[in-house]
């Protein structure tokens, strides 16, 4: 069955800190993962995308990194703010990126930044 | 602003009643989806068109549910006879074929009483 599991569920942390979150999937064949920020009653905002090619890509203060043979990946963030404080989605797409495009939804990590 | 819009943002209503969302997706976009979010959750598959052909149906979409997209522009998604367990936040977003990125509006959080 195709999953997109996340670690931790929630997280507090200190402003200023870094941390990191983790992504663990299962789906096959995998096309590409992307990390998307979602505050609260808000739709989620693409932080990044990453295809099986690519291990690591940059968005400011957000790095991603894929690995592709044990199917995880990770988004640290540096030098936390404030803004921060947001659900951190990890989402699969299983297709091609020419076909359905359907992604697959982790249940992400509930980040709160405290000053 | 030229992202995408749905409308309204929030919906109360009593179980039995339908209810009727918009989305607006960004102009250039063929493709368009509908997704729901319960609370703790990730946001969940329905649908999605790619102009205005509905090309694929989750099987969460049950026969209450109906989306169309007549001119391949703005989309409805349609609830007849509400239950309790259709409150949710329901998300569109559009995207193009060629590309993988797909931009979600604010969502329509909906409420059944």
């Known amino acids: 069955k195709n999953q997109v599991e996340q670690s931790p569920q929630s997280l507090i942390i200190l402003e200023g800190k870094n941390c990191t979150l983790q992504?663990?999937?299962?789906?096959?064949?995998?096309?590409?993962l992307r990390w998307y920020k979602q505050d609260t009653g808000r739709g989620p905002v693409s932080l990044t995308i990453m295809t099986f090619s690519e291990n690591t890509k940059s968005n400011g203060r957000y790095t991603a990194t894929l690995d592709a043979d044990t199917k995880q990946s990770s988004l640290h963030i540096t030098a936390s703010q404030l803004s921060d404080s947001a659900s951190y989605i990890c989402v699969v797409s299983g297709q091609d990126g020419g076909a359905t495009n359907k992604l697959i939804f982790g249940t992400g990590t509930l980040l709160a930044v405290q000053p | 602003d030229t992202g995408v819009s749905q409308d309204p943002r929030h919906k109360i209503t009593k179980r039995g009643q339908n209810v009727t969302f918009r989305c607006d997706p960004i102009s250039e976009h063929n493709r368009l989806y509908w997704y729901r979010q319960t609370l703790g959750q990730g946001p969940e598959f329905l649908t999605y068109?790619?102009?205005?052909?509905?090309?694929?149906k989750s099987r969460l979409l049950s026969d209450r549910f109906s989306a169309e997209r007549p001119k391949g522009s703005f989309s409805t998604l349609e609830i007849q006879r509400t239950e309790q367990g259709d409150s949710a936040m329901y998300l569109c977003?559009?995207?193009?074929?060629?590309?993988?990125?797909?931009?979600f509006g604010p969502g329509t959080r909906l409420t059944v009483t």
């Open positions: 992504c663990n999937y299962t789906v096959s064949p995998f096309s590409n």
């Open positions: 977003a559009s995207g193009r074929r060629e590309f993988y990125e797909q931009y």
């Open positions: 068109f790619q102009n205005e052909a509905q090309l694929e």
